[in-house]
């Protein structure tokens, strides 16, 4: 199986070729573990349609819905211009989430893994580096390592990473559940 299959209707969304083309190159860099895990490995911060094998896949997926719903909302025209990159960060943005080899708990640092790793196996650097600038800051006011409580990730600093960071939420809250017949 060709792991990009799984992203044909998120595909679409992305209307640059060179975007699309790029992502497809991205998530078949992906590892194996991405296709199979739960979205939550303690069940506690995502819903239940994602906490089964496969859920990292759903929440991603739901990701990428929510924001292409959103995107097409009048308050969110601005950002018609960052949509196709705003998708590709959503489509990869938990893609290295247990790391670079698959440990039990997701990785708190998993945004800056996953910003390298897109920024590594890119063939256009600069499209890579600018989906790695929006997966970076994706986990917003979390941004702290969840022993320490020391600031390890970036917060968003512009209304696109910002952008990122409210899908990513709303496709991991417990009440709202995605229908993917739809």
């Given at each position: 199986?060709d ?5 044909l ?5 992305i209307?640059?070729d ?15 573990y991405?296709?199979?895990v739960?979205?939550?490995?303690t069940?506690?911060y995502?819903p ?9 896949v759903?929440?991603t ?9 959103l995107?097409h909302?009048e308050?969110?025209?601005g ?7 705003i998708?590709a960060a959503?489509i990869l943005?938990?893609?290295?989430k ?8 997701a990785k708190?640092?998993?945004p800056i893994?996953?910003a ?10 600069e ?9 970076i800051?994706?986990?917003?006011q979390w ?10 990730l970036?917060?968003p ?6 952008f ?7 496709a991991?809250?417990?009440y ?7």
């Open positions: 199986m792991k990009a299959d799984v992203f209707k998120e595909l679409v969304y209307e640059n060179d975007i699309r083309n790029e992502v497809i190159n991205l998530i078949r860099q992906l590892p194996d991405f296709f199979e739960a979205a939550s490995s069940g506690k995502h239940e349609y994602t906490l089964g094998e496969g859920g990292l759903k929440h997926q739901a990701a990428a819905k929510i924001a292409n719903d995107l909302l308050m969110f025209r950002l018609a211009k960052d949509k196709d990159l998708i959503l943005h938990d893609g290295w247990h790391g670079v080899d698959y440990q039990q708990y708190a640092q998993h893994i996953a390298e790793r897109v920024k590594d196996y890119s063939i256009n650097k499209i890579g580096a600018q989906i790695a600038d929006l997966i800051t994706h986990m917003g941004n702290t390592d969840w022993k320490t409580n020391e600031e390890i970036p917060k600093e512009n209304k696109a990473q910002s990122v960071h409210l899908c990513d939420y709303l991991s809250r417990k709202l559940e995605v229908k993917f017949e739809v």
